[in-house]
């Protein structure tokens, strides 16, 4: 029997999605609304910054240092703390990084100090990665006839989380102050928790491979599969394009003829619902047609929504329309991209989406520095011009779909 068990324990190994099964209703959604919740954790100060200023009587512009710090924790926990997905039982990892979320956002909310608060920032940032643990769990556990659409709807509620985080965070701060943003982040954050003890199922993990090599893995993986080379390439250049839009964009409303302010930034944030919600479509799309056609539909469209950015500059209608087709677009490039990089190697998913998501965000990074830019060398213009290129470029690094070859996977020891 102890030989039978091993043989098992070694073909479930080397084949992960021979354990796979059809996840229901009930758990797909709360994987998407705890995954949303999760990363909604490292927006939710960008709202209340000029309460912080007040509050704290600080020098104009330098409370800008929190969400800067909750950003640099949270590419330290998708580079760190996400791939140990493949390393440890994921539902134990999944539980312990939310109670350690918990006890940072309470942190923060008791924050006596300025510096304390600046820490606990931190610290969010870093815990607030387990939704990166959840999207690869989620893969992990579908049929691989379902998996675009499983992963579009969790990648859904991310998108959701983080389009209205501003929105949940403005209101309560402006009604009772920002600590009880934290408070409420807290508590739904404990709900999610004990939700997830009842309902996620335990995954062993699919590697032995210890820390240091586990994380100099990420490498390997990148060196040895070129679709992984393009579609993150690919979600980079789309990614920067998407940022350098969305950092302009407050600065574009300033000037006439909107004369907008930052509730209106808010509410054509809202837009990217709708985004959010395709975006199971373009999964299901995916796993019919194959993921190559819907990035490439998805890039081509985002170039389209900078052209009408670009040509009908002063309409807000136009804004409207743009941001409609460019979230649509980049979320359904995104699912389809994820798609192709979970297909890779299932016993590595959670260091495949360590790289897919650390180079994403660098992506974001590189698009609000060049977009900001280009803004102030050109203005708006300049911002489309900046956009359509760097989209555009997609053609040059995504080959035709080519059969994944099953004897190439390989277990990364």
């Keep these: 029997m102890r030989v039978a068990a091993n043989c098992m324990s070694a073909d479930m190994r080397t084949n992960p999605d021979a354990r796979s099964e059809h996840l229901s209703t009930v758990l797909v959604r709360l994987l998407a609304v705890g995954a949303g919740a999760a990363v909604a954790n490292s ?21 800008a240092i929190i969400p800067v710090l909750t950003q640099a ?23 312990i990084t939310v109670a350690a979320l918990v006890v940072a956002l309470i ?8 510096v304390w ?13 387990v939704a990166q643990q959840l999207v690869p769990l989620a893969v992990h556990l579908a049929s691989p006839a379902e998996r675009g659409r499983i992963l579009g709807k969790v990648t859904g509620g991310i998108l959701i989380g983080i389009l209205l985080a501003r ?47 586990l994380i100099g893995s990420l490498w390997t993986l990148v060196r040895t599969h070129r679709v992984l080379r393009q579609a993150v390439t690919v979600q980079f250049l789309i990614f920067a394009a998407f940022i350098g839009f969305w950092s302009n964009l407050a600065l574009l409303l300033l000037e006439p003829p909107y004369h ?46 900078f052209a009408i950015f670009g040509f009908w500059q002063g309409s807000l209608v136009a804004l ?47 698009g609000a520095g060049v977009g900001g830019a280009a803004y102030a060398a050109w203005g708006w213009t300049g911002t489309c011009v900046f956009g359509a290129i760097s989209a555009g470029w997609r053609s040059c690094y995504l080959d035709a779909p080519t059969p994944i070859d099953q004897s190439q996977r390989r277990v990364y020891e």
């Design 167 to 213: 929105t949940v965070s403005g209101t309560i701060s402006d009604l009772w102050g920002w600590p009880f943003v934290f408070w409420f982040a807290a508590a739904l954050m404990i709900a999610i928790g004990l939700a997830l003890t009842l309902w996620l199922p335990r995954v062993q993990p699919t590697t032995d491979l210890s820390y240091p090599r």
């Design 320 to 366: 409207v329309i743009g941001i409609l087709v460019m979230d649509l677009a980049v979320q359904s490039s995104q699912v389809a991209n994820q798609a192709r990089v979970y297909a890779l190697d299932p016993t590595a998913r959670s260091r495949l989406n360590t790289v897919f998501m650390a180079t994403m965000l660098l992506g974001g990074a590189v």
């Design 107 to 114: 942190g923060a909310a008791l924050s006596p100090g300025f």
């Design 43 to 63: 927006y939710y100060n960008q709202a209340f910054l000029g309460h912080l200023t007040a509050d704290f009587g600080l020098v104009a512009g330098s409370a």
């Design 73 to 95: 924790g949270n590419a330290t926990g998708v580079l760190f703390l996400a791939p140990l997905g493949d390393r440890l039982e994921r539902k134990s990892l999944i539980l």
């Design 260 to 305: 907008l302010g930052g509730t209106a930034v808010g509410l054509l944030a809202l837009v990217g619902v709708a985004g959010a919600l395709a975006a199971p479509i373009a999964g299901a799309f995916a796993d019919r047609r194959g993921p190559h056609v819907v990035v490439s539909v998805g890039a081509g469209l985002v170039v389209i929504a």
């Design 117 to 129: 608060l600046a820490v606990a920032s931190l610290a969010v940032g870093l815990f607030a990665t």
